[in-house]
């Protein structure tokens, strides 16, 4: 059984590598919305 339309194919049991990729996601957007509201406070 996989998971298809998005940009990974998981199968159930890559269930590690499906958790790590969701953290590094969650990281990724919580650093790109600092940079943007960080660059906002700036002169």
Excluded: T
């Excluded at 194919?9 to 990281?27: K, R």
């Amino acid at each position: 059984m996989l998971m298809g339309g998005r940009k990974y194919e998981i199968s159930p049991e890559d269930h590690i590598f499906a958790a790590v990729q969701i953290f590094l996601d969650i990281v990724y957007i919580f650093w790109m919305l600092l940079s943007l509201f960080g660059s906002s406070n700036r002169d």
